[in-house]
């Protein structure tokens, strides 16, 4: 489904970060349709990934 693999390993609820904006923080993925991946990050808001271009990185923490 997606051309980053790790992604398929997501789902909503998850928290995450973006490999490339760490300045975002913590997301916590409020959508997944298709490979358009609906997040919404602590200082960005919500943001549309494509899941085909960027691989979210899984994160364990705690909501802060």
Known sequence: ?????????????????????????????QSMIGHRITVNFENAGKVVIDGNV???APDDA???
């Open 54 to 56: 960027i691989e979210l």
């Open 1 to 29: 489904m997606f051309d980053k693999p790790g992604n398929g390993l997501l789902s909503p609820g998850d928290f995450v970060r973006h490999p490339d904006r760490q300045d975002w923080g913590l997301g916590q993925i």
């Open 62 to 64: 705690s909501p802060r």
